[in-house]
Structures are given as structure tokens and as C-alpha cells.
């Protein structure tokens, strides 16, 4: 897919790069929407923009293996903190 964007050219793997990482960001947000209750509003985006911005990702590309690990890293820590926020 990037090779058909872009070529050999970095321009395209960048934008394909920036339109997966939306993409995931969104279905983030979406995901801790359906866990959350309705009356939090404001967490579910909060909580894709620290994704969004959070400079892990760039480790994740170094091996799967440490991709892994980030996905369940990020899926524990969401639970927790919508837990402590149920809790309220």
C-alpha cells in the first residue's frame, strides 16, 4: 500500500502512516466510548489523544514483539483507568 501511494518516495509512507494512525486513534476513542458510561463525555477523547500523541509508537515499530506488548500495555491501562473512573 505504500509503495502505491508513494512510490519510493517517503512523502507517501508518511501519509499512509498518518491516515492508519487516525484511523486507529478513532476506533480508540470509539472503543472507550462503548466502555465508558454515557454520562463521561469528555474521557474517551482524552484518552485517544494521549494515544495519539504518545511517543511509544515510535518503539513499536523496532519488533513485533514489543507491539504486543504495547497493545496489551494500552488495553490494561485503559481498564484500569475507567474503572477508577466508574468508581466515582
Known sequence: MN?????LSPFGYHVVNIVLHSTVTVLYMLACRQVAPRHYKVEPVLAAAIFAVHPVHVEAVR????????IVNYSIITKVVLMYLLQK
Open 63 to 70: 519488533t513485533r514483539e514489543l507491539t504486543v506488548v504495547v
Open 3 to 7: 509503495y502505491y501511494v508513494g512510490g
